[in-house]
C-alpha cells in the first residue's frame, strides 16, 4: 500500500453548491491537524461549534468539527470531519489548508480502503458502500445497506467454514484412514459435500438476484413510425422529453430516460420508428434503433391499429437471434374499444394517450423482463462475486466427483480451490493489484 501511515484528506460530500459540505481527514495527525485548524483538542464524538482557520490565522468559515477516535471509526484510524457551508471555494480553501500542514489528497476510495485495511469490514462489505452510493432505485438502495451490513458476507463465512470442516475431515482421513470406517467416511462425507452444494446454489442464486438488481435493465420502445413510441415514452417518463409529431420519421435518434418502475432502476429508449427509407439521416437513426434493441434487456414492441406492422415482428426476432425478449404492446386501445390490460401472455393493451393500461404494462415490463426475481435479491451483489461464486461451486462440485472416486487427496485439493474463491470475495486472501482495480473505481472522498 505504501502510503498507510499517511494522513490523508478530502471533500466527502457532493460535487456542486450545497448547504453544508463536508472535508474529512483520516490518519495518525488527524487529532493534530484539528487542533491546528480551530484552536482546540476535540473533544471525542461530540460536534463542535467553532471557527476554522488558515495558516496565517485568517476565518475560513465556522462550522461543525468532530473527532471519531481510533480504532473506533469509519477508517479505524483517528478521523475528523470538518462540516462547512456547501461553497466549493470554501471547501478547496479548507481542503489547500489541511494539504499546507502536512495532510496528503486521498485517493478514490482510500477511506474505505483504510476500513477495510484496519479491519472495520471486509472486502464484500467495502464494495456495498460503493454500491450505496451508485443505487439508481430504493430496491438497489436497500439490497446495497443489506451487503454493508454483513448480510452476504455472513452466508460466505458459513460456507468457508463448512468448507473448512470438511478439508480437515478428508485429510485427517487421508492421515489416518485405519482408524475411521470407511462406511461411515463415505456417509458423512457424501451429507456434507450435498449440503455444500446446496448452500453454495442458494447463495449463487441469490448473488445473481443482487448482480441483476444493481444492474437494472435497459428497456427499448420500437415500432413503425407513428404508433405512438414518444407518446408512451412521455407518458411513462411523467413528462414531455421525446417530440411528439404526426410526421413520420420524427424521431431521429435514440432518447433515453432513467426511471423507477416499483424500486427497480430501468433506462428506457425511445427509438427511431423501423422502416426502409431513402432519408440518410433517418437511415442513420434507424440503424441505431437496431443497434439498441440488441443491447436491451426486453423491447416493447408497440403497434397500432392504424398503422401497417407486417413482418416487424419476425424481423425483430431475427435480428436479436430471440435472445432479447419482446413485450408485444397494442396501443391505442381506446380507439379500438378493447379494454386496457393483458390479452394474452406476452401482449397487453394501452392507450399511451390516456394513459390506460399503464399500471398492467409496468407490471408486465418486470414480469417479461425477470426482474420481479431480481427485486427479491436479500443483498447488492457485482459481477466478482458472481464469478467467485460459480468457480466455487464448480470446484466443490469437482470435489464430489473426486469422492465418489475414492481420490479423497483430490477431493480435499478441489475443496481448497473453493476456499480460495471464498476467501478472496472477502478479502480474507487479496492481492494489491485488486484492491487498487475495486478501490479506484469509488468516489473520492469515501
Known amino acids: 500500500m505504501g502510503h498507510d501511515r499517511d494522513t490523508i484528506a478530502a471533500i466527502s460530500s457532493a460535487p456542486g453548491r450545497g448547504a453544508i459540505g463536508i472535508v474529512r481527514v483520516s490518519g495518525p495527525a488527524a487529532r493534530d491537524l484539528a487542533l491546528e485548524v480551530t484552536g482546540a483538542t476535540p473533544a471525542p464524538r461530540?460536534?463542535?461549534?467553532?471557527?476554522?482557520?488558515?495558516?496565517?490565522?485568517?476565518?475560513?468559515?465556522?462550522?461543525?468539527?468532530?473527532?471519531f477516535p481510533g480504532p473506533a471509526s469509519y477508517t479505524?484510524?483517528?478521523?475528523?470531519?470538518?462540516?462547512?457551508?456547501?461553497?466549493?471555494?470554501?471547501?478547496?480553501?479548507?481542503?489547500?489548508t489541511l494539504y499546507r500542514r502536512g495532510?496528503?489528497?486521498?485517493?478514490?476510495?482510500?477511506?474505505?480502503?483504510?476500513?477495510?485495511?484496519?479491519?472495520?469490514?471486509?472486502?464484500?462489505?467495502a464494495e456495498a458502500v460503493a454500491s450505496i452510493i451508485d443505487s439508481a432505485s430504493t430496491q438497489a438502495a436497500r439490497a446495497a445497506v443489506n451487503a454493508c451490513d454483513g448480510v452476504m458476507s455472513a452466508h460466505l463465512e458459513q460456507l468457508t467454514d463448512a468448507l473448512r470442516a470438511l478439508r480437515v475431515q478428508f485429510e485427517a482421513v487421508i492421515?489416518?484412514?485405519?482408524?475411521?470406517?470407511?462406511?461411515?467416511?463415505?456417509?458423512?462425507?457424501?451429507?456434507?459435500?450435498?449440503?455444500?452444494?446446496?448452500?453454495?446454489?442458494?447463495?449463487?442464486?441469490?448473488?445473481?438476484?443482487?448482480?441483476?438488481?444493481?444492474?437494472?435493465l435497459d428497456v427499448a420502445i420500437v415500432g413503425r413510425p407513428n404508433c405512438g413510441k414518444s407518446t408512451l415514452m412521455n407518458r411513462l417518463c411523467g413528462e414531455d422529453r421525446?417530440?411528439?409529431?404526426?410526421?413520420?420519421?420524427?424521431?431521429?435518434?435514440?432518447?433515453?430516460?432513467?426511471?423507477?418502475?416499483?424500486?427497480?432502476?430501468?433506462?428506457?429508449?425511445?427509438?427511431?420508428?423501423?422502416?426502409?427509407t431513402d432519408d440518410p439521416v433517418e437511415r442513420e437513426g434507424v440503424e441505431r434503433a437496431w443497434r439498441r434493441l440488441a443491447q436491451c434487456d426486453l423491447a416493447l414492441?408497440?403497434?397500432?391499429?392504424?398503422?401497417?406492422?407486417?413482418?416487424?415482428?419476425?424481423?425483430?426476432?431475427r435480428v436479436t437471434g430471440n435472445a432479447v425478449p419482446v413485450l408485444t404492446v397494442l396501443n391505442k386501445c381506446d380507439l379500438m374499444n378493447t379494454p386496457?390490460?393483458?390479452?394474452?401472455?406476452?401482449?397487453?393493451?394501452?392507450?399511451?394517450?390516456?394513459?390506460?393500461?399503464?399500471?398492467?404494462?409496468?407490471?408486465?415490463i418486470l414480469e417479461q423482463s425477470g426482474a420481479t426475481e431480481a427485486m427479491e435479491a436479500p443483498y447488492i451483489a457485482r459481477a466478482r462475486h458472481v464469478h467467485a461464486l460459480e468457480n466455487a461451486a464448480a470446484a466443490v462440485d469437482a470435489a464430489g466427483e473426486e469422492f465418489k472416486s475414492g481420490m479423497l487427496e483430490l477431493a480435499a485439493e478441489q475443496l481448497a480451490i473453493a476456499q480460495r474463491e471464498l476467501e478472496e470475495l472477502t478479502g480474507v486472501y487479496t492481492t494489491e493489484d485488486l484492491l487498487g482495480d475495486i478501490f479506484s473505481k469509488f468516489c473520492i472522498g469515501k
Open 46 to 67: 461530540h460536534a463542535t461549534y467553532t471557527a476554522f482557520r488558515d495558516a496565517h490565522g485568517a476565518v475560513i468559515d465556522r462550522g461543525l468539527c468532530l473527532f
Open 76 to 96: 479505524g484510524e483517528d478521523l475528523v470531519e470538518f462540516q462547512l457551508h456547501g461553497s466549493l471555494p470554501l471547501l478547496r480553501e479548507m481542503l489547500e
Open 103 to 125: 495532510a496528503r489528497a486521498a485517493r478514490p476510495g482510500e477511506f474505505t480502503e483504510r476500513a477495510f485495511l484496519n479491519g472495520r469490514m471486509d472486502l464484500v462489505q
Open 175 to 216: 492421515d489416518f484412514g485405519d482408524d475411521v470406517p470407511s462406511t461411515e467416511t463415505e456417509a458423512h462425507g457424501a451429507a456434507k459435500l450435498g449440503a455444500l452444494r446446496a448452500h453454495l446454489a442458494d447463495t449463487l442464486r441469490d448473488a445473481r438476484r443482487g448482480a441483476r438488481l444493481a444492474q437494472g
Open 242 to 276: 421525446a417530440i411528439v409529431t404526426s410526421i413520420p420519421g420524427t424521431t431521429r435518434d435514440v432518447l433515453s430516460v432513467d426511471l423507477d418502475i416499483a424500486g427497480l432502476a430501468v433506462r428506457l429508449h425511445d427509438t427511431a420508428g423501423l422502416r426502409d
Open 301 to 317: 414492441h408497440l403497434r397500432a391499429p392504424d398503422v401497417p406492422d407486417e413482418g416487424l415482428a419476425d424481423e425483430l426476432a
Open 340 to 364: 386496457a390490460g393483458a390479452q394474452s401472455p406476452g401482449t397487453i393493451a394501452i392507450s399511451a394517450r390516456s394513459g390506460e393500461g399503464l399500471e398492467d404494462l409496468r407490471a408486465a
